[in-house]
């Protein structure tokens, strides 16, 4: 990248202070690494969205941003985006708005804390600079990895309005408008930015790969529990009739004949009612003002309101009821911990009419096997193709305001108040367990008078979970020959079973600071040496509500809903699969005092110390950092640069707070709640980093080379959830589930029955002071120019690329045992571990050819081949089917290269227009065993765009 040069365009800024120092004046040719993004360079790449300009970034790995809503580390935050320098986890990267701190996205990663980038109003944005090192000792917690700080425009003065729009194939397309207006006056400097961005819903059915047969990926969206589903025939004694019996018109209508061991069931597959991209809207809001109240002493003002709707998130109509503890309890189904359906059912009746060898002789009803509501159906109540609809909703609040000025000839001061908030609202669909249970017996409908036992009549309603019920699967379109009209489900009755759940969760930052720098009177070879001192307070809050269905204090248990009691063995909700939780609400206060020294000893020999010292109090406690930089210019085009100091992140609120968030990931097959506590004995994990690196700059050549290390102590995690599961139930052997040793982990796991992988309907883990993690890499940055090469244009080739060297990942211990091997995370897919998915390289090309009014940019982006290291997938045969198939593709995901270009012109007037083709060659994203077949952390899914563009200034502008 040629912006990301140390001494690029913006070198003229003499006086800015630069991410990374507190010391005015430093130079961005200092000895740390700082990539420079400006507003010209993001222009000349066609205005990439927040989320394509983070994914393409060389230093950045495993970035939350496109639909994504299997992973726990993802669920909750569509709509949102992150940015993950190292690949060391986005909670790990501070993002910075001019310099101050942003409040967190209250979901992302389980609520543990990341700054969503997508709030960031792109258009007010003047420059982006990354420092690729960690900044503890100068910024605080959460600056392991790194810090990105967009910084706003400053002296604007003019008008300017732009917008742009993409050709999404299988969309309606993405657009954006944007407005900012400047005012420079004698007193002062006003800007005013609004920003809108809208991205249409590209469905799944749009992409021949995202949608894939059983054999040809087994983890694509497919699931042993359907509907049609698979039911046990039973006598009015309820003892079974017969085997297991999959519902006869489950190939009829697009299921799948699969085996669960020996029991037949009926494959389904969701992800064809899923989507590649979500709906979503973006507004955006900033204001400031910076005042000149003498010519000693400047006020700035700063207001920024930024707002995200993702309207209607695309689901699986819905989910299996498996999420209770023991199923529905006798109230409401007979027989506690089965979905009972009578023979009178008429659904039942009908296929019993249809297929009377399906059903033996002296049966009265049956229980559901693996059934879900709703599948090939659809879900009537979203319409459409048959979606299950939910709603995500963020809103971002800040408010800044910082005096600053001289307080002597060499003492300088900033103090500065800043607060805001990040509010998420989530809503999902979901079953509730006992209400079900009555609707199969009879006795669904809110106007149903249960005591009364009058199946179907009297507001009474019936639920028909069988095949006969099917007119249409909604997908492929196919008409079912067995559907009987008089059998299908009414829309009352599926309002009657199906609730939303709602969440609203908030994470509050209010920060105070206040700096002192300037010089001391102690002259060195190439100057003064220079100082900052300042402390800083901060507070943080998170809030969590839920509506009563989802609130465990309101209604903890099964039969809460039909019965109102709030007393149960296992107080885990009323619903089939979304696990309900607690209200929680946390506040934390932390202390700062940090200082700064730069040391000019010669004109070709300087350095800087920084050390800070932050107490979080309790139980977590305090911590120091010191870190110390040089830079040696050896000759006038080679320079040698170095760091190295302790670098750390304290515990999120989330983290130690009593309670827990819950997600659904993914146990022994089947999506299952996974809850994570809090711990209030988390200590702040720490890392020793260092960087080295030099830099050659000469004529036109601009060249750096740097070699970075991490290592990581008490690590703060999540306990991972494939190992756990593993420890347990292993692939190879008997499971442990009697094993003394195991027992605390065992009683770790809510089963629906006896220990057994397959019962698993909960998970509970927390979060732990984790393993030593050590990761380390090399970054190339390279640019060269050459001049007046036809028509008098210049011709401008750069690259940028990061090879991760090493990520070595040490062992995990869960209650004694050890839940997770040591293991190296490069070039790995990292499912279900503590790591995201981190390929060993990422390059970035371009040639840009540059005329007084034209630009044209042609860019290669490279990512490497990675590996899925569950071995069991690839290596061990697969009997969903019936016969023992081993399938093995996938292991490898293939290493990717895509294309963009982008044409520029300026005409007059101060109009530009653009033109940019992203992916010239259509290139499908790299087949991985996930449910969207590709990998979302890593993968651009959209395929082959267009994008037109303008801008159109009045006024001088800047």
């Given at each position: 990248m040629a912006q990301a040069q140390e001494d690029g365009d913006e070198r003229k800024l003499e006086t800015v202070t630069v991410t990374g120092s507190l010391i005015q004046g430093t130079p961005e040719d200092a000895a740390l690494p700082v990539d420079v993004l400006t507003a010209e360079?993001?222009?000349?790449?066609?205005?990439?969205?927040?989320?394509?300009?983070?994914?393409?970034?060389?230093?950045?790995?495993?970035v939350l941003g496109d639909t994504n809503q299997f992973d726990g580390r993802a669920q909750g935050s569509e709509g949102s985006g992150t940015v993950n320098l190292r690949g060391l986890g986005a909670s790990r990267t501070l993002v910075l708005l001019d310099g101050k701190r942003l409040a967190s996205n209250p979901f992302a990663f389980a609520g543990s804390g990341a700054v969503d980038t997508n709030i960031l109003p792109l258009a007010a944005i003047g420059r982006i600079e990354v420092l690729k090192d960690g900044a503890a000792a100068t910024y605080g917690s959460d600056a392991v990895a790194g810090v990105v700080n967009f910084i706003t425009r400053t002296d604007f003065d003019g008008f300017e309005v732009g917008g742009d729009y993409k050709f999404v194939d299988g969309s309606d397309g993405d657009y954006t408008v944007n407005a900012v207006g400047g005012w420079d006056t004698d007193f002062g400097n006003f800007l005013l930015a609004a920003g809108y961005q809208h991205r249409s819903e590209l469905a799944t059915t749009e992409r021949d790969w995202a949608i894939r047969d059983y054999l040809g990926n087994p983890q694509g969206g497919w699931s042993l529990v359907g509907n049609p589903g698979a039911f046990l025939p039973v006598s009015g004694a309820f003892s079974p009739t017969g085997g297991v019996r999959r519902d006869p018109g489950c190939g009829v209508i697009g299921g799948e004949l699969h085996f669960a061991g020996a029991t037949p069931v009926c494959g389904f597959q969701f992800t064809p009612f899923d989507n590649i991209v979500e709906e979503e809207n973006r507004y955006q809001v900033l204001g400031k003002a910076d005042f000149d109240l003498n010519e000693k002493h400047n006020l700035s003002l700063q207001a920024f309101y930024s707002a995200t709707e993702v309207p209607q998130i695309a689901f699986s109509p819905s989910f299996p009821p498996v999420g209770g503890a023991s199923g529905p309890t006798a109230d409401a189904s007979i027989v506690a911990g089965q979905f009972f359906v009578p023979t009178t059912n008429p659904g039942f009746a009908a296929l019993i009419s249809q297929s009377p060898a399906s059903v033996p002789a002296g049966t009265a009803g049956a229980f559901l096997i693996a059934t879900r509501p709703l599948g090939w159906a659809g879900n009537a109540l979203a319409g459409g193709r048959g979606s299950e609809r939910s709603f995500r909703e963020f809103e971002h609040y800040r408010i800044s305001a910082e005096?600053?000025?001289?307080?002597?000839?060499?003492?300088?001061?900033?103090?500065?108040?800043?607060?805001g908030s990040q509010i998420g609202r989530r809503t999902n669909e979901d079953t509730v367990i006992n209400r079900y249970a009555l609707a199969l017996r009879g006795l669904g409908g809110a106007g149903c008078n249960v005591a009364a036992n009058t199946p179907g009549a009297n507001g009474c309603l019936w639920f028909n979970p069988f095949s006969t019920g099917i007119q249409t699967n909604v997908i492929t379109g196919a008409t079912n020959p067995?559907?009987?009209p008089g059998a299908a489900?009414?829309?009352?009755v599926l309002d009657f079973i199906l609730e939303d759940t709602f969440t609203e969760q908030e994470y509050k930052l209010t920060v105070i600071e206040g700096v002192?720098?300037?010089?001391?009177?102690?002259?060195?070879?190439?100057?003064?040496?220079?100082?900052?001192?300042g402390g800083q307070y901060r507070e943080e809050e998170f809030d969590r509500q839920f509506n009563d269905i989802a609130n465990l204090n309101v209604t903890p248990c099964i039969a809460t809903v039909t019965t109102g009691t709030t007393s149960c063995a296992q107080p885990v909700g009323a619903l089939g699969f979304l696990a309900g939780s607690r209200p929680l609400n946390a506040t934390q206060d932390i202390y700062a005092i940090f200082g700064e020294m730069n040391l000019p000893f010669t004109d070709s020999f300087n350095a800087s110390l920084a050390a800070r010292y932050e107490d979080y109090g309790g139980e977590t406690g305090s911590t120091f950092d010191p870190k110390l930089s040089a830079k040696w210019q050896v000759l006038e085009p080679l320079a040698l640069r170095a760091s190295v100091g302790t670098t750390f992140r304290g515990p999120a609120l989330t983290q130690v707070a009593t309670g827990a968030v819950t997600s659904l990931q993914n146990v022994a097959g089947t999506f299952r709640a996974v809850d994570i506590?809090?711990?209030p004995n988390l200590k702040p994990e720490s890392a020793l980093t260092y960087n080295i690196g030099t830099i050659f700059q000469?004529?036109?050549?601009?060249?750096?080379?740097?070699?970075?290390?991490?290592?990581?102590?008490?690590?703060?995690i999540t306990e991972p959830v494939a190992p756990i599961v593993a420890a347990v139930f292993p692939s190879v052997g008997p499971n442990n589930c009697a094993n003394p040793a195991f027992a605390a982990l065992v009683a770790r796991f809510t089963f629906t029955g006896p220990c057994a992988a397959t019962n698993v309907s909960r998970l509970n883990t927390q979060y732990i002071n984790g393993p030593n993690i050590k990761t380390s890499g090399i970054d190339v940055l390279a640019d060269y120019t050459f001049e007046d090469v036809f028509l008098g244009g210049d011709l401008e080739v750069g690259a940028s690329a990061a090879h991760v060297l090493k990520y070595d990942v040490g062992s995990v211990t869960v209650e004694g045992i050890t839940a997770g091997l040591p293991f190296s995370a490069v070039g790995f897919l990292n499912f279900q571990t503590i790591a995201t998915p981190l390929p060993e390289t990422k390059l970035e090309t371009y040639a840009n050819f540059s005329t007084d009014?034209?630009?044209?940019?042609?860019?290669?982006?490279?990512?490497g081949e990675y590996e899925d290291q569950r071995a069991s997938l690839f290596t061990a045969p697969n009997t969903v089917t019936g016969t023992p198939i081993l399938v093995a593709q996938g292991q490898t995901i293939k290493e990717q290269l895509v294309f963009d270009s982008t044409f520029v012109w300026s005409l007059p007037g101060d109009t530009t227009v653009s033109f940019s083709v992203e992916n010239i060659l259509d290139s499908d994203p790299s087949f991985a065993r996930l449910e969207l077949n590709y990998d979302p952390f890593t993968g651009d899914a959209v395929g082959r765009t267009f994008k037109v563009g303008f801008t159109k200034r009045f006024g001088a502008g800047n």
């Open positions: 360079d993001l222009r000349l790449q066609g205005n990439p969205s927040a989320l394509d300009l983070i994914k393409s970034l060389p230093v950045s790995s495993g005096l600053k000025g001289e307080l002597t000839e060499s003492i300088n001061y900033a103090a500065s108040f800043t607060t067995n559907f009987v489900n009414s829309q009352a002192l720098s300037g010089q001391l009177p102690i002259e060195l070879g190439d100057g003064n040496i220079g100082w900052a001192f506590q809090g711990n000469t004529g036109n050549l601009n060249l750096s080379v740097d070699y970075w290390s991490f290592d990581f102590d008490d690590s703060v009014n034209t630009n044209t940019r042609l860019t290669a982006r490279y990512v």
